[in-house]
């Protein structure tokens, strides 16, 4: 069994993407943090649970995991924003074994002050090792994400 300090997951796994766990202060075990971001305690404000997080003009975290060409993944989440100009996305970025960017899947939704789900479906194409789950918040927006899931639809 992996320690609960291990980052490796089963091929297509996405892990804490609630963001409940937190070794680290300030960080969701899993992710790793680019800029703006804060992992935010409120059990009232959360979807579900006690955290969620909150990026801000800019920030963005991703989490890796392997994956197989031919595989059909959904990414989902539930998201708001601080206002309406506030705007944010989540992408699957696909990566070869040197992480050059293969591919991106972007979903940009019109968020509002409200949580919703947003999800999409994209097949792994050829010559793809990993996939970094992305969120990201636009530059002077700020937008909260909870309960972040990645299912494996098919695989070979």
């Given at each position: 069994?992996?320690?609960?300090?291990?980052?490796?997951?089963?091929?297509?796994?996405?892990?804490?993407?609630?963001?409940?766990k937190?070794?680290?202060?300030?960080?969701?075990?899993?992710?790793?943090?680019?800029?703006?971001n804060?992992?935010?305690?409120?059990?009232?404000?959360?979807?579900?649970?006690?955290?969620?997080?909150?990026?801000?003009?800019?920030?963005?975290?991703?989490?890796?995991?392997?994956?197989?060409?031919?595989?059909?993944?959904?990414?989902?989440?539930?998201?708001?924003?601080?206002?309406?100009n506030?705007?944010?996305?989540?992408k699957?970025v696909?990566?070869?074994?040197?992480?050059?960017?293969?591919?991106?899947?972007?979903?940009?939704?019109?968020?509002s002050?409200?949580?919703?789900?947003?999800?999409?479906?994209?097949?792994?194409?050829?010559?793809?090792?990993?996939?970094?789950?992305?969120?990201?918040?636009?530059?002077?927006?700020?937008?909260?994400?909870?309960?972040?899931?990645l299912?494996?639809?098919?695989?070979?």
């Amino acid at each position: 069994e992996l320690s609960p300090l291990s980052s490796m997951v089963k091929k297509g796994e996405l892990k804490n993407g609630g963001f409940e766990k937190s070794i680290l202060p300030g960080i969701a075990d899993g992710w790793r943090p680019n800029g703006a971001n804060e992992l935010i305690k409120n059990e009232y404000e959360a979807f579900t649970g006690a955290h969620f997080m909150r990026l801000k003009n800019g920030g963005w975290l991703n989490f890796a995991t392997q994956v197989d060409q031919g595989m059909i993944l959904n990414l989902s989440a539930y998201i708001k924003s601080e206002n309406e100009n506030s705007s944010g996305f989540l992408k699957i970025v696909f990566k070869d074994q040197g992480q050059k960017t293969v591919k991106t899947q972007q979903i940009r939704p019109d968020t509002s002050k409200e949580w919703e789900l947003y999800s999409a479906s994209v097949t792994v194409p050829e010559g793809v090792w990993s996939a970094w789950i992305v969120i990201e918040a636009d530059e002077n927006s700020v937008v909260d994400f909870d309960d972040l899931s990645l299912k494996v639809l098919t695989s070979n």
